[in-house]
Nanobody, 121 residues
């Protein structure tokens, strides 16, 4: 079983910064893609940023130039550095990782519990 533990959310003023972390633990063989999603009240969950096992990244247009995704493979952890935060960034942020529990097994998707980010004006 794989567990994802997120941390780093909170309340910040517009223009401020936060850094989210998501650490994977449990029994698994490897991790492939690691994503950050967010869901604002009354809206669908959306992909914010993605990083592959090779370090390639892509971002939603709304966060390009402000957010940076990174990963520490030795710690099985993905980060999201969020700068120049805006009120519209307010949401619950979730990490999602693609994990293979055995070398020959399929890739499975796991979600973190979510962490609240609130940006005040």
């Amino acid at each position: 079983q794989v567990q994802l533990v997120e941390s780093g959310g909170g309340l910040v003023q517009a223009g401020g910064s936060l850094r989210l972390s998501c650490a994977a633990s449990g029994s698994f063989f490897s991790i492939n893609v690691m994503d950050w999603y967010r869901q604002a009240p009354g809206k669908q969950r959306e992909l914010v940023a993605r990083i592959t096992s090779g370090g390639f990244t892509n971002y939603a247009d709304s966060v390009k130039g402000r957010f940076t995704i990174s990963r520490d493979n030795a710690k099985n952890t993905v980060y999201l550095q969020m700068n120049s935060l805006k009120v519209e960034d307010t949401a619950v942020y979730y990490c999602n990782v693609a994990v293979k529990t055995t070398s020959l097994g399929p890739w499975s998707s796991y979600w973190g519990q979510g962490t609240q980010v609130t940006v005040s004006s």
